[in-house]
């Protein structure tokens, strides 16, 4: 099993939805809106680092509203 977290800056206005539209993507253990650099923090939990690659670089990038993200693959 491969842990990530997705950081995710948002459009202005746009979390709540984008939130929503994250936690819909298979292999999205859950997403909450945070305060600070970025928007909102996805966390992520699949079977290969292959996966996460296509959750971060073109599920969530794909959805309209999404301005970055960074990924983080936790390492224990």
């Given at each position: 099993?491969?842990?990530?977290?997705?950081?995710?800056?948002a459009?202005?206005?746009?979390a709540?939805?984008?939130?929503?539209?994250?936690?819909?993507?298979?292999?999205?253990?859950?997403?909450?809106?945070?305060?600070?650099?970025?928007?909102?923090?996805?966390?992520?939990?699949?079977?290969?680092?292959?996966?996460?690659?296509?959750?971060?670089?073109?599920?969530?990038?794909?959805?309209?509203?999404?301005?970055?993200?960074?990924?983080?693959?936790?390492?224990?």
């Amino acid at each position: 099993m491969v842990t990530a977290y997705v950081m995710i800056k948002a459009n202005t206005g746009e979390a709540d939805r984008l939130r929503d539209d994250i936690e819909s993507i298979e292999g999205v253990e859950h997403a909450r809106i945070v305060a600070g650099d970025v928007d909102i923090i996805a966390k992520v939990a699949v079977g290969t680092p292959a996966e996460v690659k296509d959750i971060a670089a073109t599920a969530i990038q794909d959805i309209d509203g999404v301005e970055d993200t960074q990924t983080y693959i936790a390492m224990d």
